[in-house]
């Protein structure tokens, strides 16, 4: 007597009836597209919030420099350094106070994100002895790049 393998077992439908096959495939194949889209959303949402925090530091840096009485030049290089390429740097003086504004794009994928512009605005009291230095201008006075 020869032995064939296990006998073949008969698709019985489910629940759903015979329709149901391949169903895990369709699901599957509409749920991958939301997953990935949440996914890029979650990182250019991160990449901003990122941007941003770069842009208020490099805000903070700037004006502790100009409240000591920095040269403009310095007090630019070191917030562009901190918020990345592509930053735009303005130091004004409001009366006894310097002001560093920091803006720069947000980094993105293409077309999703632009035009996200991360921005960041810090203040300091100008230091007596600074009150007359080159990188701190006077009241009402901006220096800008």
Known sequence: MVRRGPARRAYRAGPGGAGSRGSVTAEFAVGLPAVVMVLVVVVLAATAAIGQVRCVDAARAGAREAALGSAAAQVHATAER????????????????????????VAAFGWLGRGLIASGRAQAWVEPTAAGAPGVPAAGRAVAT
Request: charged share 15%.
């Open 82 to 105: 901190l918020a990345g390429a592509g930053a735009a740097v303005a130091v004004t003086r409001e009366g006894p106070w310097v002001v560093v504004r920091v803006s720069r794009p």
